[in-house]
């Protein structure tokens, strides 16, 4: 029973990404999330990246979301989100929740064009505590699973971001200098007991270092959830990776100060 209904709401993702290309300036649909890397559980979301070019019919998007089920939806345009996820909608499909995400194509094959002189940039984002890194337009296009392309575009662009660009790699290992820095923006608060900086300059610093090890390894790094993890399985991590930047989080305290500055120094010493 439950195969046929996951092949029925499977027949009824690949529809809607056939039908969202009919949507003016809709160019492409893909699979993301957890769904696409065969990680997910039975209810986790479908994530949709809808690519656009220029002006998408956001009434347009609306309707045909309130068509597919039954019900209004909201849609927020491009820009409604914030700066760098676009936009989108949440719906529910057959008691399945489905999340569509709009990517400006345009952008996202100039952050590609940075990616591969080793260029990127950070942003403020909601839904993105430590920031959204740009190179994650790239690996969601790498990762993704393309349901509707009728322009051919997002499969050769996916196809293009399968090698990890040897540039963007070496500029996020520079970037690690900042974790560093980090920890000692923290040690002058912790005596003080200013938890909430202290919280922030070692997340920063964390957070840094899992984006460095992933570009180490030339692995994409689309966000903070399961980065920890994902990092710490990387080989040559300084042991018991998890758990030490765990405690640090934990403890917030000058002692923990001191040990996510001897982790983070032990990281950069295997990122050269």
Not at 20 to 37: D, K, Q
Not at 72 to 89: H, L, Q, S
């Amino acid at each position: 029973m439950n195969n046929r209904l996951n092949s029925a709401l499977q027949d009824a993702i690949d529809d809607m990404a056939q039908r969202l290309t009919e949507v003016r300036g809709v160019r492409a649909v893909a699979l993301g999330g957890s769904r696409a890397r065969g990680a997910h559980r039975p209810g986790s979301d479908w994530d949709l990246g809808v690519y656009y070019r220029g002006e998408v019919d956001v009434p347009g998007l609306a309707a045909l979301a309130s068509e597919l089920t039954g019900e209004r939806v909201e849609v927020a345009g491009p820009g409604g989100w914030g700066p760098w996820v676009d936009g989108g909608a949440w719906l529910s499909v057959d008691g399945a929740a489905v999340d569509w995400i709009l990517r400006d194509l345009d952008r996202v094959e100039r952050v590609w064009s940075e990616c591969r002189a080793g260029r990127y940039e950070t942003g403020v984002q909601a839904g993105h505590p430590l920031g959204f890194w740009s190179p994650a337009y790239a690996g969601e296009v790498a990762m993704c699973r393309v349901l509707a392309d009728p322009h051919g575009e997002l499969t050769v662009l996916r196809e293009a971001t399968q090698r990890y660009p040897e540039p963007l790699r070496e500029a996020l290992v520079r970037a690690a200098w900042e974790a560093e820095f980090s920890v000692a923006a923290a040690r002058k608060s912790a005596g003080s007991g200013d938890a909430l900086h202290v919280a922030l300059c070692l997340s920063r610093a964390f957070g840094v270092l899992v984006q460095s090890l992933h570009a180490h390894h030339r692995v994409w790094c689309l966000n903070e959830k399961g980065a920890l993890a994902a990092a710490a399985a990387f080989p040559g991590v300084p042991k018991d990776f998890t758990a030490r930047v765990t405690a640090a989080l934990t403890a917030l305290d000058p002692a923990a100060v001191e040990s996510a500055g001897e982790l983070v120094r032990e990281t950069r010493a295997r990122l050269t």
